[in-house]
């Protein structure tokens, strides 16, 4: 079993800048990718970034170049540096986290609201 505790989002204006946190406990060992989703209301859920346990990264079309997603801390901690926010990334954000046997785990979500 893993368990993931994310922290950081809020309240910011167009053009700033946020950063989520989500440190992984557990069964670390067993993580392969850590990831960021997002939900907007009455919209599905979609990915946002994914870096892999080899550090290779994956950006959503819409937030490359504004979004930097990083991996510490033995690899059990994942950072979503979000910068030039725009209203459209307003959504609730999710840390995801796969295991190298396939179990996936979610995060309780953190919002992210960007005011015009």
């Known amino acids: 079993q893993v368990q993931l505790v994310e922290s950081g989002g809020g309240l910011v204006q167009a053009g700033g800048s946020l950063s989520l946190s989500c440190a992984a406990s557990g069964s670390t060992f067993n993580i392969s990718d850590m990831g960021w989703y997002r939900q907007a209301p009455g919209k599905q859920r979609e990915l946002v970034a994914v870096v892999s346990s080899g550090g290779s990264t994956n950006y959503a079309d819409s937030v490359k170049g504004r979004f930097t997603i990083s991996r510490i801390n033995a690899k059990t901690t994942v950072y979503l540096q979000m910068n030039n926010l725009k209203p459209e990334d307003t959504a609730v954000y999710y840390c995801?986290?796969?295991?190298?046997?396939?179990?996936?785990?979610w995060g309780q979500g953190t919002q992210v609201t960007v005011s015009s």
């Open positions: 995801k986290v796969t295991s190298r046997t396939w179990f996936v785990y």
